[in-house]
């Protein structure tokens, strides 16, 4: 059965760029993203790992470990990070999971037979400190992500999990949030300073309380 957000991530040890590592060591109390890519020397997996590379100081900021994984030997990842870095104008600072015999990619469900046999679609994991996992994006190999909706979808699992606000569509840090239905005016008084406005009794918003 596929793993759900609330599931607990499954750990394993597995050969990567930097090592072996065990994965729950690994992360430690960071958050963190495992995302996995079709195929080693392939042009869109080539552009996404550039840009992971390049957007450490965010992800660090975040307290975030990126992972990647792809069902290609460590040998041949370390070749192919030397044509990244050429390519893409950046350094990998992130261990590359060589995942040969597809034991991370089953655990995980990132191969979908019928999208294809052997290689993984475009799995992300975004997993919390406490090994949970928060959110789920599966692409196709024809589509390279964006990051910047992951680190969307961080700042938003970050800031719930210390406010009793959700996030509207599209938002992004510094934008205004919705009060919790489940939080009545009296309660919302104390813990919303900076006042809301009501468009609905359901629907209140409220400035980024962190801001
Ligand atoms: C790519 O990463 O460029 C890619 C991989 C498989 C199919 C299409 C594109």
Redesign the pocket.
Same mark, same amino acid.
């Given at each position: 059965m596929s793993l759900r957000i609330g599931d607990t991530a499954p750990d394993f040890t597995v050969e990567t760029t930097e090592g072996t590592i065990d994965f729950h060591e690994w992360s430690g109390d960071h958050w963190v993203v495992l995302y996995s890519?079709? &195929?080693d020397f392939?042009?869109?997996?080539?552009t996404?790992l550039g840009q992971t590379a390049k957007l450490k100081q965010e992800f660090d900021k975040r307290n975030v470990k990126p992972i990647a994984l792809s069902v290609d030997p460590v040998d041949d990842h370390k070749k192919w990070v030397s044509d990244i870095n050429d390519t893409q104008n950046t350094t990998v600072n992130f261990p590359i999971i060589g995942d040969k015999d597809r034991k991370v990619a089953e655990l995980y469900d990132m191969i979908h037979p019928n999208a294809d046999a052997t290689?993984t679609v475009r799995s992300v994991f975004i997993i919390d400190p406490n090994k949970k996992i928060r959110a789920t994006l599966t692409y196709p &190999?024809?589509t390279?992500r964006n990051f910047g909706e992951i680190l969307r979808v961080i700042d938003s699992l970050q800031l719930t999990d210390h406010h009793k606000v959700a996030t509207p569509v599209d938002w992004v840090e510094g934008q205004d949030c919705v009060i919790l239905p489940s939080i009545s005016n009296e309660d919302a008084e104390k813990q919303f300073p900076k006042g809301w406005k009501e468009l609905r009794p359901y629907l209140r918003m409220t400035p980024q309380p962190d801001k």
């Amino acid at each position: 059965m596929s793993l759900r957000i609330g599931d607990t991530a499954p750990d394993f040890t597995v050969e990567t760029t930097e090592g072996t590592i065990d994965f729950h060591e690994w992360s430690g109390d960071h958050w963190v993203v495992l995302y996995s890519h079709p &195929a080693d020397f392939t042009p869109v997996c080539t552009t996404e790992l550039g840009q992971t590379a390049k957007l450490k100081q965010e992800f660090d900021k975040r307290n975030v470990k990126p992972i990647a994984l792809s069902v290609d030997p460590v040998d041949d990842h370390k070749k192919w990070v030397s044509d990244i870095n050429d390519t893409q104008n950046t350094t990998v600072n992130f261990p590359i999971i060589g995942d040969k015999d597809r034991k991370v990619a089953e655990l995980y469900d990132m191969i979908h037979p019928n999208a294809d046999a052997t290689a993984t679609v475009r799995s992300v994991f975004i997993i919390d400190p406490n090994k949970k996992i928060r959110a789920t994006l599966t692409y196709p &190999a024809s589509t390279g992500r964006n990051f910047g909706e992951i680190l969307r979808v961080i700042d938003s699992l970050q800031l719930t999990d210390h406010h009793k606000v959700a996030t509207p569509v599209d938002w992004v840090e510094g934008q205004d949030c919705v009060i919790l239905p489940s939080i009545s005016n009296e309660d919302a008084e104390k813990q919303f300073p900076k006042g809301w406005k009501e468009l609905r009794p359901y629907l209140r918003m409220t400035p980024q309380p962190d801001k």
